[in-house]
């Protein structure tokens, strides 16, 4: 399984951005996909997350009412829609996935835990004020 990021880039405070993340590889037609960041210094954070089968999404509060996840089942490609960014929302995106059926609990868990067996490389988010 591989995951590859895209769509980070230098923006300016209130632009909006959106990541893709394009997989290959699933073994397993039920997966979930999530998405985290990290600034330099501080912890991982959990952002939202989308299973492959039913769409289900889920979201923390850090991007809640900004952002939107969705899927093209198609393309093998989940996307992160994100609005009206600003200086703290700098930092590395990641996506992750695993089987959803391996997965402990639900999906704030997902979140919190971050149990996902496979990450991509990351792509940069720069927002400027």
């Known amino acids: 399984v591989q995951l590859v990021e895209s769509g980070g880039d230098l923006v300016q405070t209130g632009e909006s951005l959106r990541l893709s993340c394009k997989a290959t590889?699933?073994?397993?037609?039920?997966?979930?996909i999530a998405w985290f960041r990290q600034a330099p210094g501080k912890k991982l954070e959990g952002l939202a997350t989308?299973?492959?089968?039913?769409?289900?999404?889920y979201y923390t509060d850090l991007l809640r009412g900004r952002a939107t996840i969705s899927a093209d089942n198609a393309k093998n490609t989940v996307y992160l829609q994100m609005n009206d960014l600003g200086p703290d929302d700098t930092a590395l995106y990641y996506c992750?996935?695993?089987?959803?059926?391996?997965?402990?609990?639900?999906?704030?868990?997902?979140?919190?835990?971050?149990?996902?067996?496979?990450w991509g490389q990351g792509t940069q988010v720069t927002v400027s004020s």
């Open positions: 590889g699933f073994k397993s037609d039920d997966h979930a």
């Open positions: 992750a996935a695993h089987d959803r059926l391996r997965l402990p609990g639900v999906p704030k868990t997902w979140l919190d835990l971050a149990p996902f067996g496979t």
């Open positions: 989308i299973t492959a089968s039913d769409h289900l999404t």
